[in-house]
């Protein structure tokens, strides 16, 4: 079975559900990236600037696949938030402390990837309700400390109204009920990885591990 790569199978998934609102980026500066190429990223639990206490590990189960689709090995994140909770680094802040010559020496990874939530969660207003997703993410070389690249990822889900009010009213009620339940912006967080890691929204260059690899 063929893989499905990133910028592909996933967003064709998503953006019949999803609604991203993305303006063209900045250039990207990629010296360092292509100077000291990973070929291991380690992912960090993301610092969490939002009101959502279950952001955190909401968002970081997401970002393995994505990295792993444009061609890199992705340490295990359940194994290093273990990992490094059971080594005195009990959150997020603390494990983002971590010195970047043990990551290299103790666990190998070429790369860290680091990321801060700045929004995460859905906002409900009386007929309609919006779930999103906003993402910065740097990677850093272990061995050297240098930056790699730097980007952001915005993704947002609109539930509208069909016109009727006491329909709207009813459903935006069983809507809310039945979101309460579990973690929308989960979904959401996986657009948010499109538009922070695609190659085509100037995200982190293809990986050895990536087809496209020597044609960048």
Excluded at 19 to 39: K, L
Excluded at 40 to 62: D, F, K, M, Q
Excluded at 72 to 92: C, I, Q, R, S, W
Excluded at 172 to 194: E, F, G, M, P
Aim: glycine share 8%; hydrophobic share 40%.
């Amino acid at each position: 079975m063929r893989p499905r790569f990133l910028c592909l199978a996933v967003v064709a998934g998503l953006l019949a559900a999803l609604f991203a609102g993305c303006a063209t980026p900045p250039e990207t500066d990629y010296t360092n990236f292509r100077a000291h190429r990973p070929r291991s990223i380690l992912v960090l639990p993301p610092l969490n600037e939002s009101t959502a206490v279950e952001a955190t590990y909401g968002y970081l189960s997401t970002v393995t696949m994505p990295l792993a689709e444009m061609g890199y090995y992705v340490f295990p994140v359940a194994v290093v938030d273990h990992f490094l909770k059971e080594n005195g680094m009990p959150t997020a802040g603390e494990m983002q402390q971590a010195p970047l010559d043990k990551l290299h020496s103790v666990l190998g990874a070429d790369a860290v990837l680091y990321t801060t939530l700045v929004q995460y969660g859905t906002k409900y207003q009386i007929i309609n309700s919006q779930t999103s997703v906003s993402v910065k993410g740097r990677l850093v070389d272990t061995r050297t400390g240098l930056l790699l690249w730097e980007g952001t990822g915005l993704a947002q889900q609109n539930s509208g109204g069909s016109g009727n009010l006491i329909a709207d009213a009813i459903a935006a009620v069983i809507t809310q009920a039945v979101n309460s339940s579990r973690d929308q912006a989960h979904d959401v967080s996986k657009l948010a990885n499109v538009n922070l890691l695609c190659i085509k929204n100037r995200g982190v260059l293809y990986g050895p591990y990536h087809p496209q690899f020597q044609e960048q």
